[in-house]
């Protein structure tokens, strides 16, 4: 079955760079891209960016844009987050999606990036 | 930016009995293609985001038929038929029509009375 297993959670100070990691299986990698999405306590889900999983094009919001990094490993079927820059509004649990169809069709089960000093 | 408008934000059910969840988009959802990418999003309390509804109406493989999804153009609908415990959580709507910039609704609480 489909599976998306994301790295585990982290602490970070401002101002630094956290990097999360998402292992999918369960299907052919360069079949569909991944999609980003947080949630910050108390608030609701955001899209972070997308990344294709074929050509390596990505798309990000336009509030992270410049500091987001959206990457892929085809070897290991894995994608990557990168966040640089981190303050505490960027505290928040950060999920990968197998993006199908303008759709997010299976989740990851949530990486949580606290950033405090 | 497409901006998509949930009421209630918070809703609170008894058992048993049906729930309504209004998600209204500030632009039309219907791409170009003449498909509606518009879907709905169940989060229960410490678990990562479950689709339960994709093209306004399609239900996934295992969600219960008492969720049912419709609506058209800028007004959507998420019903629950009749509600239990399992149901609780927050429900979110996405567009997906006008990407690269997908976008989701604030979210409906949905408690048990």
């Known amino acids: 079955q489909v599976q998306l297993v994301q790295s585990g959670d982290e602490v970070k100070a401002p101002g630094a760079s956290v990097k999360v990691s998402c292992k999918t299986s369960g299907y052919p990698f360069t079949k569909n891209g991944v999609s980003w999405v947080r949630r910050a306590p108390g608030q609701g889900l955001e899209w972070v960016g997308w990344?294709?999983?074929?050509?390596?094009?990505?798309k990000y919001t336009q509030r992270l844009q410049g500091r987001v990094t959206l990457t892929t490993d085809k070897s290991t079927s894995t994608a990557y987050m990168e966040l640089r820059g981190l303050t505490s509004g960027d505290t928040a649990v950060y999920y990968c999606?197998?993006?199908?169809?303008?759709?997010?069709?299976?989740w990851g089960q949530g990486t949580l990036v606290t950033v405090s000093s | 930016d497409v901006v998509l408008t949930q009421s209630p934000l918070s809703q609170s059910v008894t058992l048993g009995q049906p729930a309504s969840i209004s998600c209204r988009s500030s632009?039309?959802?219907?791409?170009?293609?003449?498909?509606?990418?518009l879907s709905w999003f169940q989060q229960r309390p410490g678990q990562s985001p479950r689709r339960l509804i994709y093209?306004?109406?399609n239900r996934d493989s295992g969600v219960p038929d008492k969720f049912s999804g419709g609506g058209s153009g800028t007004d959507f609908t998420l019903k629950i038929s009749r509600v239990e415990a399992e149901d609780v959580g927050v429900y979110y709507c996405m567009q997906g029509t006008h990407w690269p910039l997908y976008t989701f609704g604030q979210g409906t609480k949905l408690e048990i009375k």
């Open positions: 990344i294709s999983t074929r050509s390596g094009n990505t």
């Open positions: 093209k306004v109406s």
């Open positions: 999606a197998k993006d199908v169809d303008y759709s997010f069709e299976s």
């Open positions: 632009q039309s959802l219907v791409y170009s293609d003449g498909k509606t990418y």
